[in-house]
Structure formats: structure tokens, C-alpha cells
């Protein structure tokens, strides 16, 4: 089989690229933005605030999931979602080494 071309990348790479890709979507911002605001656990008043179908924002819940940026506990029948820390507080610090890394010292175009 095959190198993919996941594998020419680092495994910090390819983390960072699957964040940037779930957080890419105004929905997801939107998501993110709220459990800041609010600093808690929510169970379900997302669909009140942002004005998408449950299913909607189920699937925009997973994938913020899959990446790590948030986390869900089960509580009765519903799921109740936060913002994960070490995976936020990660995040930050990569993206503020990738953008403290460039330099500019003069205009090369």
C-alpha cells in the first residue's frame, strides 16, 4: 500500500489541519462562540440559539468532537457539551507559533 499524503506530514500537522477544517464552518464558529460566552456545559439550547435543526447541529457537535475541541458527558438523555481546555489552550499556542513565525523584514513580491 501506498504512502498517503497524510503520512508526509507531521502527526502535529495533521492535527492542526483537521482543527483549522472543523472549525471552518460559520455553524461551528458560531457553536464555539456560544460555549465561550456561556463558560458551561450545554444541553441542548443550541437549536433556541443559533436557529439550525437539531440534526444540524448534532453533526456540527460531532465533528468539533472528533477533533478533540470539545467535550461531551452523558447526562439522562441528552449529551452535554464544553469547550475542552487542554485541546483549546493547544490550539492557541500552535496557531500563535505558526503566526509569530513569520517575520517580515521586507516586501519579497
Known sequence: MGVTKADIFTDE??????????IAHPARIAILQHLI?????????????????????????????NVGLIQGTIEGVSVCYCIEPNAW??????????FKSYQQTHSCC
Open 13 to 22: 500537522q495533521n492535527k492542526l489541519a483537521a482543527q483549522l477544517k472543523a
Open 37 to 65: 460566552k456561556i463558560n458551561a456545559c450545554i444541553c441542548g439550547d443550541l437549536v433556541d440559539e443559533l436557529g439550525l435543526a437539531q440534526a444540524t447541529i448534532s453533526q456540527h457537535l460531532k465533528e468539533l468532537k
Open 89 to 98: 489552550n493547544n490550539l492557541q499556542k500552535q496557531l500563535n507559533v505558526f
